[in-house]
């Protein structure tokens, strides 16, 4: 008989320093498994096809294409599995423990040899200061697995949140998606009008990329673990920023403005510790929301919309 897991609370505690080095590891192995997807799907607009989704278990890349047929990578993280399948039935299992980057982007990469799949990618880590090529990195090699479940655990519960947040929006709304240069889950709507050039210059990621990314005017909200803050936190941008962005009013009240970022932050652990989570969140959302599209002057008439209901078809009119 299957043994269930511990039960872990919805919103569980974070503490950053304390699973640093699992996730500086964990980091670099979504972005080996997501650069398996980049190298193997068409592009697709805003780097939308990179992203990996979560699942009931982990992270997918969902298919990608090999020939003819399908694969696909997905962490397990309640039982610390990397599972690679095929549309042709093939599975293959590799542990997910205490190993280097330079050894799971091995094992990886010889799997998907076994199954036939050959597929190069680019070895250098993106929007990292001072990275390492995967085959060499030996630095990176921990993995907590309460603390990766404890994440995981958060990002379901933050997934469900900004599903929700996302069918308020008749507007062109990205897909709720792991972006595993960054390590961060996030959202974003768009206005609908075309932005100006973005100026690029992020560590280890073509200016053309970029470009290509904020083509288009937009309000984006996501979810950091904690790097770069030392904390996990809630973010939220608007891109051009409009005259007065940074000085808006945004809830709830542990919400503000970050000088450095150019964005608003919202502590996790203002969320996890509030009477109701779920809510606060929202209220940061759709308050970071309303200010980038009211002082950008969106045409929220059009693009607005009651969330959704379960069963409940949209009223118009």
Known sequence: ??????????WPALPYPEWRATSETLHL?????????????????????????????????????????????????IDHELIITTSDGDIRHLPLAPQSVADFYAAVMATLGELGIRVSIDQ??????SPTRFSEDREHASYDRDAVRRFFQAL???????KLFRTGFLGKTSPVHFFWGSFDLAVTRFSGRDAPLHPGGVPYLANEVAQEAYSHEVSSA???PGAGLDYPAFYSYAYPAPDGFRAAKVRPAEAFFSETLGEFLLPYDAVRSAADPDQALLDFLQSTYEAAADLGKWDRAALDAPLGRVAVPRRLG
């Open 29 to 77: 192995w979504t972005q080996i498994v997501g650069k398996i997807r980049l190298a193997t799907t068409p592009w697709q607009n805003h780097s939308w096809h990179i992203g990996l989704y979560l699942t009931t278990r982990g992270l997918t890349t969902s298919p990608m294409p090999d020939g003819s047929r399908t694969f696909q990578i997905d962490f397990d993280f």
């Open 124 to 129: 250098w880590p993106n929007e990292l200061p």
């Open 222 to 224: 996501g979810f950091w």
């Open 156 to 162: 379901v519960q933050i997934d469900r949140v900004f």
């Open 1 to 10: 008989m299957a043994v269930s897991p511990p039960k872990i609370e919805a």
